[in-house]
């Protein structure tokens, strides 16, 4: 799991990089939680997908966004965040450009970010959004979402409601051409305390179900 240094508009970047075994591995983005409440690159959710895509043949990068850790900057409300993801994908896609797929997922704030990203890059393949806030951040942006993916959230958590997120995936829905399952765990709050198994066995289980559909 080495160690990259990325350079980004605030400076440096600091990442986590796991390469796939084959010249056309997919690729896949992971964008941690909120820098302002304690957020990083190392956050179990976060390590958690990275770890989910590894095991599938991805080569798959997490990274600090700036101000955190050891990447240089300042929290900027998402738009400098934004940019960091933005840098890190192209610095992804330079190093594998025969890449099959393209992934991004992100949990709470990263699945914001995670999300405009994918706005942005319309050649994204799937994305998974852990606990997006929805009620927190406008998310009509996503008019139309290029891609199909997964929105796993918990039943229980207090921070962000279910039921705000059921409204944004229920206008997803009515998009034709890409599919949106949503994924509802019975007793996990916002910080998935005690259903990281959860994690492992949703997200896990949607990836299997899209490449084995979609090989990558």
Known sequence: MPEVVLTGAAGRIEGRYS???RENAPIALVLHPHPRAGGHMNNPVAVQMYHLFM??????LRFNFRGVGRSQGEFDSGIGELADAATALDWLQATNPQASQFWVAGY??????????LMRRPETDGFISVS?????????FLAPCPASGLILHGAADTIVPPV?????????RTQKGIVIDY???DGANHFWSDHLTDVEKRVGGYLDKRLEAEPA
């Open 164 to 172: 705000e997120v059921e409204r944004v995936v229920s206008k997803l």
């Open 55 to 60: 095991q599938r043949g991805f080569s798959v």
């Open 108 to 117: 709470s704030f990263g699945a914001y970010i995670g999300m405009q990203l």
């Open 183 to 185: 994924d509802l765990v």
């Open 132 to 140: 997006p806030p929805t009620n927190m951040y406008d998310f009509s």
């Open 19 to 21: 390469p796939g075994k």
